[in-house]
């Protein structure tokens, strides 16, 4: 943008482009917005006995399906 105002002629202080910055953060929440109203909500209680099929693992090689190995 700078460059296309100089070569239309306009003259362009260091000073003026001191106050401008290419990071644009108008549109941008830095931190994120968080909903604290649900920090009071007490999860259900834990379930040891949870219907979970793990019949698709048991025939499967670790190593073969990637388990055990380093990234």
């Keep these: 943008m700078v460059r296309q105002l100089l070569e239309e002629g306009w003259t362009i202080?260091?000073?003026d482009l001191a106050h401008i910055?290419?990071?644009l953060?108008?549109?941008i929440n830095r931190f994120g917005e968080y909903?604290?109203?649900?920090?009071?909500i007490?999860?259900?209680?834990?379930?040891?006995?949870l219907d979970l099929d793990f019949a698709p693992l048991r025939g499967a090689d670790p190593a073969a399906?990637?388990?055990g190995q380093a990234p």
């Excluded at 909903?35 to 009071?40: F, I, K, N």
């Excluded at 007490?42 to 006995?49: F, S, T």
């Design 42 to 49: 007490q999860p259900e209680a834990y379930d040891p006995k």
């Design 65 to 67: 399906a990637g388990f």
């Design 21 to 23: 910055s290419p990071y």
């Design 13 to 15: 202080d260091p000073e």
């Design 25 to 27: 953060t108008e549109h």
């Design 35 to 40: 909903s604290t109203h649900e920090l009071g």
